[in-house]
């Protein structure tokens, strides 16, 4: 099988594309504009691989998406290309709405016109599998809930009403047209080549130079976190597996207040870098705690009852076990972490309004 990924260069899209490249005979075409948070350092242990093909297409432009279809040939497509960072999108909203809605209308339009054009027995293999969040269903509230596949879109954020919205076009392309797609809405996800703007790895390389440690608020947000290589291999389920119009909900069963992750890490830094006697003060004395985000979610959790009834997938990580390999893999890998940050990005606060 051949699958085209979309937004191959990200931190989810890489993980998955080693994935396949490691563990099946699938070929893999990556398509990826290489915006700050992507990156073809993350694929390069499989760059190399004949099966292995690499695009730089902005999903937007529908005449070289039309043309990687045509050129590629894919059975199957997997789309996470998207802009994902909450602060971002309350700074600028106008990107995420071009390449999370605009860039998903633009994918299932080609899609559609070369998917019409295959001969039946291809017609009838091909998939189109977007990738969403848990955030379209917005606020948990304090009843010890979980999201389900059925559960009502209330988005928060900008970034969340802009997946919401692609959610919807994919939803509607295959009650409409017939289009085989399936969708995935997974929790917070965390572990190597994280772009550095997201709280786990922010935190990590925070502690690391002894910068100081920002949580929101109190801390009190809860989130459910799964580790990024078990993402992966759910993702890989549903491309070959899932059912043709069926949500799948993708969590780590790992709900943890965001004060505490923060103290976790900082126990494993202490614990885990190289030279614990050059550091006077524990990584916790570093908390600070800052204004909160505009419009923040207290708790999102997800059911991954279906998926695991459905497929056979369950996490593989707890959250501890995930959380010492991600710790182990930045210090490992801190080089990665200085040339990503390409100097337009420093680890500073964004998405604060007036």
Same mark, same amino acid.
């Given at each position: ?10 931190? =989810?899209?890489?993980?998955? =594309?080693? &994935?396949? =490249? ?15 948070? *992507?990156?073809?350092?993350?694929? $390069? %242990? ?8 690499? +695009?730089?297409?902005? =999903? ?29 999108? #309350? ?6 709405? +071009? ?11 080609? $899609?559609?016109?070369?998917? %019409? ?11 189109? &599998? ?11 509230? *304090? ?42 809405? !997974? ?6 080549? &994280? ?13 690391? @130079? ?34 043709? /119009? ?6 780590? &069963? ?11 890490? !900082? ?10 006697? %050059? ?22 959790? #997800?059911?991954?009852?279906?998926? @695991? ?7 593989? @990580? ?18 990665? !972490?200085?040339?990503?940050?390409? /100097? ?11």
């Amino acid at each position: 099988m051949k699958i085209l990924v979309t937004g191959g260069a990200g931190f =989810i899209g890489s993980a998955v =594309i080693r &994935h396949i =490249i490691d563990n099946t005979t699938d070929e893999v075409v990556n398509v990826d504009k290489l915006t700050y948070a *992507g990156n073809l350092e993350s694929l $390069a %242990s499989v760059a190399g691989d004949q099966r292995y093909r690499f +695009e730089r297409v902005d =999903i937007v432009d529908r005449d070289a998406l039309t043309r990687v279809f045509a050129e590629h040939r894919p059975d199957a497509v997997m789309h996470l290309a998207a802009e994902s960072h909450v602060d971002r999108s #309350i700074d600028g909203p106008a990107a995420f709405i +071009e390449t999370n809605i605009v860039g998903t209308y633009t994918l299932l339009e080609v $899609a559609r016109a070369y998917w %019409s054009e295959l001969d039946d027995a291809s017609r009838a293999r091909f998939r189109l &599998h977007h990738i969403s969040t848990d955030e379209v269903y917005g606020d948990l509230d *304090g009843t010890g809930g979980l999201f389900r596949e059925d559960n009502p879109y209330a988005p928060s954020s900008p970034y969340s009403a802009s997946k919401a919205s692609s959610d919807h076009l994919v939803r509607a392309w295959q009650r409409t047209y017939g289009l085989p797609t399936v969708i995935t809405n !997974c929790s917070n996800n965390y572990g190597p080549y &994280h772009f550095p703007e997201k709280l786990i790895p922010l935190i990590i390389l925070n502690a690391l @130079e002894g910068k100081r440690l920002p949580v929101y608020g109190k801390g009190e947000q809860i989130r459910d976190w799964l580790y990024v290589e078990d993402h992966a291999r759910a993702l890989y389920k549903v491309i070959t597996e899932g059912k043709v /119009g069926e949500t799948y909900n993708i969590g780590g &069963h790992n709900e943890k207040r965001n004060i505490d992750v923060v103290r976790k890490i !900082c126990e494993l830094v202490d614990e885990m870098r190289p030279d614990p006697s %050059s550091y006077e003060l524990p990584a916790s004395s570093l908390i600070t705690f800052v204004a909160d985000r505009p419009g923040h979610d207290l708790r999102y959790a #997800i059911d991954a009852g279906k998926i @695991e009834r459905d497929l056979g997938w369950k996490p593989e @990580e707890t959250f501890e076990t995930g959380l010492r390999k991600t710790i182990y893999w930045y210090l490992e890998n801190l080089d990665w !972490c200085r040339r990503v940050q390409d /100097g337009s990005y420093q680890r500073e606060r964004l998405g604060v309004t007036a």
